[in-house]
């Protein structure tokens, strides 16, 4: 069965609108006690994304893809803009990877870092994706860096984001240390809380291009306000109908905002981290509102709208809305066994020929905006061996990480969409 929740044929669009108008408080207020966890614990069974929801028969089931050449048949910029960039397939690229798994550690943590670990096997990073109807220029990294000269790019979402970012940043620099890459998060508020295992966010400028490149920690994109600072122990309000305090102080100083959320709606990190629904400024009582999937509904939804608003006062910013990255747990959940041991690329097939999204919450909610959906869901279901799987650096017996990505790896491609339709 397919689960797809609809806010407006649930409560109607007027609950969107009215919602909205209790987005009242500003101030960046650094939570210190909520952190973000690279696991994928849930409880109560409440799966983030049914691996159900996704169609066998929107995959066609072709064999592994063929050497092509990247060159031929370029297809002007006019044209780019009709490009369905979901829709297409997974081509072997002897250019591969864009960078190095070895090297990039300025920017890439050691733990998704997979040619540091006891894997051997890496025929996962000999791929990139081709559109049907376009092709896309190679990603070059210096082309890069000019084109986003005097401009800001930001990610704001979970761990998948940050994932996006680390490989952007290893992307713009080829994987080399660069010491001319200043680290300018204090200007957005990016640190360490006391007692957090990693800061809120990180923020780096190309001094030669004044290019800037940056990632704030919002799991969910709910605005978090916890109602006693004094207490480390206390509750979060979670405001579904309030975009996070970071995003409104700082949209005004970017040019690319990348949007995403998805693996933390489910009722046991909400517990964990001591979140309370709130809508209007107010404990939630809607017990409707307060199924999970309903909840996350109604935050994308405000988050879009609230984005699109704002557009109009800021006409040099790209938004975009990522859909969900797929797990590929099989056999069990992360915490019961599950595993994706699979080593061989395109079991499941090489293509995507279906239209429409697989990720429907964040397809519904961009639709109508100027928001860009960039669709990563589908395209990504395909490369099930290109997880973090039970490969570690430290080689912890019983741990399968079927969520985050091996880098160099998929997300790269992600990116390569980015840069394609910024």
Not at 15 to 37: A, I, M
Not at 379 to 392: N, T, V
Request: with cysteine; charged share 25%.
């Amino acid at each position: 069965m397919r689960l797809t929740y609809s806010l407006f044929s649930c409560f109607g669009s007027e609950f969107v609108v009215d919602t909205l108008k209790g987005s009242s408080s500003d101030s960046l207020t650094p939570n210190k006690h909520v952190e973000e966890t690279d696991s994928d614990s849930t409880s109560s069974g409440e799966s983030q994304i049914p691996e159900k929801e996704f169609d066998a028969s929107n995959f066609t089931n072709s064999s592994a893809p063929q050497l092509e050449d990247r060159d031929a048949d370029r297809t002007p910029s006019s044209k780019i803009k009709d490009c369905n960039y979901s829709k297409g397939r997974w081509v072997a690229e002897s250019r591969r990877p864009l960078y190095s798994g070895f090297e990039c550690k300025q920017w890439l943590s050691e733990m998704w870092a997979c040619r540091l670990t006891q894997r051997t096997e890496f025929s996962f990073e000999g791929y990139r994706w081709q559109p049907d109807n376009c092709k896309m220029l190679e990603f070059e990294k210096s082309a890069f860096l000019r084109r986003m000269q005097d401009k800001t790019i930001a990610f704001i979402g979970d761990s998948l984001g940050r994932q996006q970012f680390q490989s952007l940043m290893c992307m713009a620099t080829g994987g080399e240390w660069r010491a001319d890459v200043e680290d300018v998060g204090k200007e957005y508020g990016l640190f360490k809380p006391r007692g957090a295992i990693r800061p809120n966010g990180w923020a780096y400028r190309f001094s030669n291009t004044n290019t800037t490149i940056l990632y704030y920690w919002s799991s969910t994109l709910a605005d978090l306000e916890p109602l006693n600072i004094t207490d480390k122990a206390t509750d979060v309000a979670m405001h579904l109908d309030r975009v996070p305090a970071f995003m409104r102080q700082f949209l005004h100083q970017f040019d690319v905002l990348v949007l995403n959320t998805g693996h933390h709606w489910n009722r046991g990190k909400i517990t964990a981290n001591h979140w309370v629904m709130y809508v209007n400024g107010k404990p939630l009582k809607d017990r409707r509102l307060m199924a999970v999937g309903n909840a996350k509904n109604l935050t994308v939804h405000s988050v879009a709208r609230w984005l699109d608003s704002q557009l109009p006062s800021h006409p040099r910013l790209r938004a975009f809305f990522r859909t969900i990255s797929p797990r590929h747990f099989r056999n069990g959940d992360w915490n019961t066994g599950g595993n994706c041991d699979n080593t061989t690329p395109f079991t499941g097939g090489s293509e995507v020929s279906q239209d429409e999204s697989s990720d429907p919450v964040i397809a519904a909610a961009v639709k109508g905006t100027n928001i860009t959906l960039l669709d990563i869901t589908a395209l990504s279901y395909l490369r099930d061996e290109g997880h973090i799987s039970r490969y570690s650096v430290k080689a912890t017996a019983g741990v399968n990480d079927c969520l985050h990505w091996c880098l160099p790896g998929i997300p790269d491609t992600w990116n390569e969409l980015l840069v394609a339709q910024i």
